[in-house]
């Protein structure tokens, strides 16, 4: 094994401006004209082929081994999220209502640096790494539109890794697990529709919100009393908009929010008892209930051969890290769409660290990571995809 840790160590002032600067000037997604003029610019001055605008503000680029070998796709995302920063930090966002509050600033640096440490070992590579800068990963469909365009062929790729910095875990700790890791996730909407009136007279309308708010507490029972405790799902309603002022019953109510899974067969169960709730509510309250479900993404599942490949470099390189083998989250990811054309491994790499106030959640305005991360990570993907390039032939 190369000492990918010295090598990741020896650029980490490369790998933390480039976050920084990706930090300070985040944009969302299908708008990453900044970031990808950036992305491409650094991998041409590797040498490498690099095709733009791929996907809309995708990024593409091939680094040829010296050696035969597989084909091994990388794949890190770069859209930020319409949410107003309040870090404080000097490298805090100039774009107002839009902020790095998911760790994708670090993964295009984690990505770059990885390109710059595997180009160093190119005459010794066995095999192709083909690098995926990916826009609209946050609900969007990046990853679909990038596989629309052909991100996926010429060449393609034997397998793949993508990873995730993660607020959830302190840094020194690895989440590295096969099958599924993340959930399908799925939009719905919902319209309730009854008859307005005055507040004072409730008797004379078909109130809506009353319905909407039944509907809110009656679908809790879908997870909790649907699903076995021994597998998992999640109904939320996350948005209820209806109404103008305090003695108007408004006609209609519209809500929306999401469903997460990760079998199939859990799927089938908590939409049919969703929509039988919606009807039930809808006769009961005297309102028309309408639905829509709309699905985001497929899960994320783990190729269990090439994760425990994964597990062992974890192993060598960080042996005083806490890596997590059965490690699961309900959220959602477009890495999967990809997975299911191509086998891989997603892992995530702790990266809070309470002692610096540096563990904000995810999607939070005052998410910020712990800087050590990043020069793991770096570390930690270009070792993978070496040493698996090596293995997988």
């Not at 590579?125 to 990046?142: R, Y």
């Not at 008797?203 to 009393?225: E, G």
């Not at 959602?332 to 054309?341: I, P």
């Amino acid at each position: 094994m190369y000492d990918f840790i010295s090598e990741a160590k020896d650029i980490f002032d490369y790998t933390r401006t480039l976050r920084r600067d990706f930090h300070h000037h985040p944009e969302l997604g299908f708008q990453e004209l900044r970031t990808s003029e950036i992305v491409a610019r650094e991998l041409k001055a590797l040498g490498m082929e690099v095709a733009t605008g791929v996907g809309k503000t995708g990024v593409v680029a091939v680094l040829e081994g010296g050696r035969p070998g597989p084909v091994a796709l990388l794949r890190f995302d770069m859209d930020a999220l319409p949410i107003q920063e309040e870090t404080g930090a000097e490298y805090a966002s100039v774009n107002p209502g839009v902020m790095h509050a998911c760790g994708h600033d670090g993964h295009i640096a984690i990505g770059l640096s990885v390109a710059r440490i595997l180009h160093t070992y190119q005459a010794n590579l066995a095999g192709t790494v083909k690098f995926i800068f990916q826009p609209a990963e946050e609900g969007l469909g990046g990853a679909e539109a990038m596989i629309a365009e052909g991100a996926l062929e010429n060449p393609k790729a034997d397998f793949c890794l993508a990873l995730h910095l993660w607020n959830e875990r302190p840094y020194g700790w690895l989440g590295i697990s096969p099958g599924p890791v993340m959930t399908a996730g799925e939009l719905f909407k919902i319209r309730v529709t009854g008859k307005g009136g005055h507040g004072a007279l409730p008797h004379l309308a078909k109130d809506p919100v009353l319905a909407a708010a039944t509907i809110v507490t009656t679908i809790q029972s879908v997870a909790s009393r649907n699903v076995s405790p021994l597998q998992s799902a999640v109904v939320s309603v996350t948005a209820i908009h209806g109404g103008e002022t305090f003695n108007v019953i408004p006609p209609r109510i519209e809500m929306q929010g999401t469903i997460r899974t990760f079998e199939p067969e859990v799927r089938s169960r908590v939409t049919e008892r969703f929509q039988e709730i919606l009807a039930g509510v809808a006769q009961a309250m005297d309102c028309q209930v309408e639905v829509e479900i709309t699905s985001l993404t497929p899960p994320v599942i783990n190729e269990r051969r090439i994760t425990t490949e994964v597990q062992q470099i974890a192993g060598q390189l960080f042996p005083k890290f806490n890596m997590d083998k059965d490690f699961r989250t309900m959220v959602s990811e477009d890495m999967a769409f990809v997975m299911e054309e191509v086998p891989g491994c997603f892992f995530f790499v702790g990266s809070a660290n309470s002692e610096k106030g540096l563990d904000a959640p995810h999607h939070h305005p005052k998410f910020d990571i712990e800087e050590g991360a990043l020069e793991a990570a770096t570390a930690f993907m270009s070792a993978a995809t070496a040493n698996l390039l090596v293995g997988g032939r």
